[in-house]
């Protein structure tokens, strides 16, 4: 039977709220205030406390303080707000006055039952994969599974295929394995493919010998070469271009280079982990990735969740950015506003991480006070609102604007970010620059090409 303390100072609500508990199978112990409570009972002997949040003395919060056991707040409608506060600092729900029943009964059971998986995880010794890997955040399933991954792909010199979209930490993954390896005391080499231009991609990974071709002034050691005895991380690797893939097939299978221009090869030791956002089984169809360096990497594929999909890791990422960026730019600690909290829980963030820690960077900066407005988080509060009535109605909601450009104007349209991105893109890229299209968007040119690749959107070809 399930031993609930109920802390009202309102006697008619408690003697209410003790009889409907003791005729649905609960026992229940009385208290009118904190002070009361601790006083006469044993916090920690009950499975759950409901507590209003207006007491004599003290305020329920701070039951919160001084127990483990699960705290349910009960508020008015006019201190909503409060109670959203209340659950920041660790009450695990709340129920606004005036309540039904079946809502409170409902509530108490999920919560009990909750607290009860819970201390029952902890009792026992965590096993591999359940903690968080060093510099990664999450408690969600896909994630503890990626962290399991993480450590037993770790101990091999198996090559590793990191897939997610853009911004949701693929090189923290590709750092985690090197430093869960025994490859951790030599070097993590990191390169972003697509961030290479053609012309000088082999170059820049296999080095190349003095005048192997005009401007070659000296001998190169190429990037392969300085990852010899580490890690090499190939961040979308299917923007090689087919050469460089055949180059590095070579390194896989006989683990040795040539660089350009000589004709001598000679034996490294790297650890191969590539990432990409694109679909590389696609490319190998159309001819853009060769098929046999696609099953060389693809020993361990490892995949990351977007953000929109990790549920309450987003609140836990968001705070724990706060808390650090807060440090960094040595600004007072901050915290999240009601409104703040809920735009950051329904948001689709389909930047992910990286787009949550450009938001609350840039909140802090503006920020004049403690806390954070939603506002001050820079995002599409009409998209925000659409996001909430989708949760609510179950309906896909539109999204209507993409940085500094809307389509309000066009009432006739009825457009996704991606059609809207692609239609914009591809009607002005004739007259204008990536600089240019960037800034009429309102978003950085690292983030159109992002935009691009994840749309697959060709920049114009030059005309020769």
Not at 313 to 319: F, K, T, V
Request: net charge negative.
């Amino acid at each position: 039977m399930n031993h609930v303390l109920l802390v009202e100072d309102e006697e008619v609500i408690r003697s209410a709220l003790r009889r409907l508990l003791e005729r649905n199978g609960f026992t229940v112990g009385e208290a009118g205030s904190v002070q009361e409570a601790c006083d006469k009972h044993d916090l920690d002997s009950f499975d759950a406390i409901i507590s209003d949040l207006r007491l004599p003395g003290m305020p329920g919060t701070e039951l919160i303080k001084r127990t483990p056991t699960p705290v349910l707040i009960m508020t008015s409608y006019a201190s909503l707000r409060s109670a959203i506060d209340s659950m920041k600092i660790g009450a695990v729900d709340y129920i606004a006055k005036p309540f039904e029943h079946d809502e409170i009964l409902s509530t108490l059971k999920r919560v009990i039952g909750s607290d009860q998986k819970s201390r029952n995880i902890h009792r026992r010794q965590p096993r591999p994969g359940e903690e968080p890997v060093t510099g990664m955040v999450g408690s969600c399933p896909a994630m503890q599974e990626l962290f399991r991954r993480i450590r037993k792909v770790a101990q091999t010199t198996s090559s590793v295929l990191i897939q997610g979209e853009s911004g949701t930490g693929k090189e923290l993954v590709a750092r985690a394995l090197h430093e869960s390896s025994s490859r951790r005391e030599h070097n993590l080499i990191s390169v972003n493919c697509a961030a290479i231009p053609e012309n000088l991609i082999e170059s820049e990974l296999f080095g190349h010998e003095k005048g192997a071709f005009t401007g070659a002034t000296t001998t190169r050691t190429g990037l392969v070469e300085a990852a010899n005895g580490g890690t090499l991380f190939l961040d979308e690797i299917g923007e090689l271009p087919l050469e460089a893939q055949a180059r590095l097939l070579r390194v896989l299978q006989e683990h040795e280079i040539r660089k350009v221009g000589s004709v001598q090869s000679q034996k490294v030791d790297v650890r191969l982990v590539a990432a990409t956002h694109r679909d590389l089984k696609q490319f190998v169809r159309e001819g853009r990735f060769r098929e046999d360096l696609f099953y060389r990497i693809n020993v361990m594929p490892l995949q990351i969740p977007p953000l929109r999909e990790r549920g309450n890791d987003i609140l836990e990422l968001a705070e724990r950015i706060l808390s650090n960026t807060c440090k960094r730019l040595d600004h007072e600690l901050m915290h999240f506003s009601a409104d703040a909290i809920q735009a950051i829980t329904t948001y689709t963030w389909p930047g992910n991480v990286r787009e949550l820690e450009n938001a609350i960077e840039r909140a802090v900066i503006l920020s004049e006070a403690d806390e954070v407005a939603i506002d001050l988080l820079g995002l599409d509060i009409e998209l925000v609102r659409f996001e909430i009535k989708n949760n609510a109605a179950s309906e896909t909601p539109t999204r209507k604007s993409i940085g500094a450009v809307s389509i309000e104007d066009d009432p006739t349209e009825d457009l996704s970010l991606q059609d809207y991105f692609q239609r914009f893109v591809l009607d002005h890229q004739e007259q204008m620059n990536e600089t240019e299209l960037a800034k009429k968007l309102g978003i950085s040119r690292k983030c159109l090409w992002e935009r691009r690749q994840r749309f697959d959107i060709p920049r114009r070809k030059k005309s020769s």
